[in-house]
Nanobody, 115 residues
Framework: QVQLVESGGGLVQAGGSLRLSCAASASGSFVSIMGWYRQAPGKQRELVAL???????TYADSVKGRFTISRDNANDTVFLQMNSLKPEDTADYYC?????????WGKGTLVTVSS
């Protein structure tokens, strides 16, 4: 069982920055992939970024060059640095962690970007 605790969401003006954090409590188990998805009102949940334990990253085209995902393996914590935010980035952001092929999800943190 993995519990995920997210932090860092909030309200920011367009062009601003936010940093999201997510800590996984996995009781010493091996968490492989960690990352972020987001879901805007009335839309499906979509991938934002993923990172493997070996720091291989994947980004959605819509955030490439603006968002950076990073990871602290020692503490099973993943970060999402979001720069040059746009109103269309407004969404609930969900942390995901994969352990033994099973995805665990956080409760989500709201990011609101005003124009």
């Amino acid at each position: 069982q993995v519990q995920l605790v997210e932090s860092g969401g909030g309200l920011v003006q367009a062009g601003g920055s936010l940093r999201l954090s997510c800590a996984a409590s996995a009781s010493g188990s091996f968490v492989s992939i960690m990352g972020w998805y987001r879901q805007a009102p009335g839309k499906q949940r979509e991938l934002v970024a993923l990172i493997t334990r070996g720091a291989i990253t994947t980004y959605a085209d819509s955030v490439k060059g603006r968002f950076t995902i990073s990871r602290d393996n020692a503490n099973d914590t993943v970060f999402l640095q979001m720069n040059s935010l746009k109103p269309e980035d407004t969404a609930d952001y969900y942390c995901v962690a994969q352990l033994r092929g099973i995805n665990y999800w956080g409760k989500g943190t709201l990011v609101t970007v005003s124009s």
